[in-house]
T-cell receptor
Framework: GAVVSQHPSRVICKSGTSVKIECRSLDFQATTMFWYRQFPKQSLMLMATSNEGSKATYEQGVEKDKFLINHASLTLSTLTVTSAHPEDSSFYIC???????????????FGPGTRLTVL | DAKTTQPNSMESNEEEPVHLPCNHSTISGTDYIHWYRQLPSQGPEYVIH???SNVNNRMASLAIAEDRKSSTLILHRATLRDAAVYYC????????????FGKGTRLHILP
């Protein structure tokens, strides 16, 4: 099946620094990718929809200036957490749908996640 | 979006079948029923999906009620590696592609 990778898998940073997380679809093209955040013992929370070649669509309550999303190609989306603070510590997960499948029962493929710890 | 209701947690013995229920009484005619699962410290993975008919794949079976207001994910022979949170999700044919996760069912497998 299709594979989505994330890099890095784990990152620790100091408060006030920015962190970039990459999400790649390895063997398929994805016009749309999604970014989620998950706190311990909680469900995944959708942050934004990343569209190739256009601006991301953010969910209500997610600060677009803090969580910068760039989807420069059909296989790569990046999430940058700017001026990170301890409350941004979380598990960040991306997903992608294979081009052409759409929502007609199409499967979403999830990355393995990136654990961010802000000191 | 149509909502799903799942038990918070379930337990099962290893090597026995597991039936994970999901209620979706407000399902619309264009909603597919999807199941994903999330193993500890990993991203979710697709398990199975269906529209009206029961479905089988190598991971599980999906039994859909005739009125489509409920469904059951069936793991035929649970192993310790099946311990995960299982999410039942409705996805509309005509809407965008995003998935909104509920709380899911945390499945514990007893050795």
């Amino acid at each position: 099946g299709a594979v989505v990778s994330q890099h890095p898998s784990r990152v620790i940073c100091k408060s006030g620094t920015s962190v970039k997380i990459e999400c790649r679809s390895l063997d398929f093209q994805a016009t749309t990718m999604f970014w989620y955040r998950q706190f311990p013992k909680q469900s995944l929370m959708l942050m934004a929809t990343s569209n190739e070649g256009s601006k991301a669509t953010y969910e209500q309550g997610v600060e677009k200036d803090k969580f910068l999303i760039n989807h420069a190609s059909l296989t790569l989306s990046t999430l940058t957490v700017t001026s990170a603070h301890p409350e941004d510590s979380s598990f960040y997960i991306c997903s992608a749908t294979e081009e052409g499948q759409g929502v007609l029962g199409g499967t979403q493929y999830f990355g393995p996640g990136t654990r961010l710890t802000v000191l | 979006d149509a909502k799903t209701t799942q038990p918070n947690s379930m337990e099962s013995n290893e090597e026995e079948p597991v039936h994970l229920p999901c209620n979706h009484s407000t399902i619309s005619g264009t909603d597919y029923i999807h199941w994903y699962r999330q193993l500890p410290s990993q991203g979710p993975e697709y398990v199975i999906h269906g529209l009206t008919s029961n479905v089988n794949n190598r991971m599980a079976s999906l039994a859909i009620a005739e009125d489509r207001k409920s469904s059951t994910l069936i793991l035929h022979r649970a192993t310790l590696r099946d311990a995960a949170v299982y999410y039942c999700i409705l996805r509309d044919l005509n809407r965008d592609d995003k998935i909104i996760f509920g709380k899911g069912t945390r499945l514990h497998i007893l050795p």
